[in-house]
């Protein structure tokens, strides 16, 4: 997993909980990095990979007491004859706050992974008759930042819940969200420093 003698693999863990109707506002975990930057000293880290896994230890779900594994596809499917509906989870890493989820995509400067989950369905007329379509969408550094993304800040963990109206499964459930990077010890130059001191005041 790692990829140098150097690497270091940093973990942490983000809980949040979801409205009584299973929404989330984008809200923000910090992953605190000190122990491996520093400014004065020209001390950063160059991320290497990330990794998102989204769990439900507290059976939010009430279908995972035994694994705490967290499924979009859990959502109901008690929706009106002739009817859309869709929910969608976004997760991301990022060392800028964007004040809105919507903002964030992989063009979007200081965006280090990305993953979303959209379940979509349509309730025919007849009995039974149920579309249900998934997607995830999962946008991962080692992509878009091969070489690796030098940082000299903490880094943020967003996570952003649109449900549909007829989707209670997670209502007022407490999740999580871990996170693990890979990253290697460096030295930062000076353009890179003014570079990355911009960046860090975006936090």
Not at 62 to 72: F, L, P, R
Not at 142 to 149: A, E, L, N, Q
Not at 156 to 178: H, I, K, Y
């Amino acid at each position: 997993m790692a990829k140098a003698k150097s690497d270091v693999i940093l973990r942490d863990r983000l809980q949040f909980t979801l409205t009584s109707d299973a929404d989330l506002s984008l809200v923000y975990g910090r992953i605190d990095l000190s122990d491996y930057v520093n400014v004065v000293e020209r001390k950063g880290l160059l991320i290497k990979d990330v990794f998102i896994q989204p769990r439900d230890p507290n059976n939010g779900s009430g279908e995972v007491a035994n694994t705490g594994i967290w499924s979009v596809l859990f959502s109901d499917a008690e929706d009106d004859a002739g009817k859309d509906t869709q929910t969608c989870w976004k997760f991301f890493v990022s060392s800028r706050a964007y004040e809105s989820a919507a903002d964030v995509g992989i063009a979007s400067p200081d965006v280090l992974h990305i993953e979303e989950y959209v379940i979509s369905r349509y309730r025919g007329s007849e009995p039974g008759a149920l579309v249900e379509g998934f997607y995830r969408g999962n946008y991962p550094m080692r992509d878009y930042h091969p070489g690796g993304y030098p940082v000299v800040s903490d880094l943020l963990v967003g996570v952003a819940v649109d449900a549909a109206d007829t989707d209670s499964e997670f209502d007022s459930a407490t999740l999580e969200v871990d996170i693990m990077l890979i990253a290697e010890p460096t030295t930062i130059t000076q353009k890179d420093m003014t570079q990355l001191l911009t960046q860090a005041q975006d936090l």
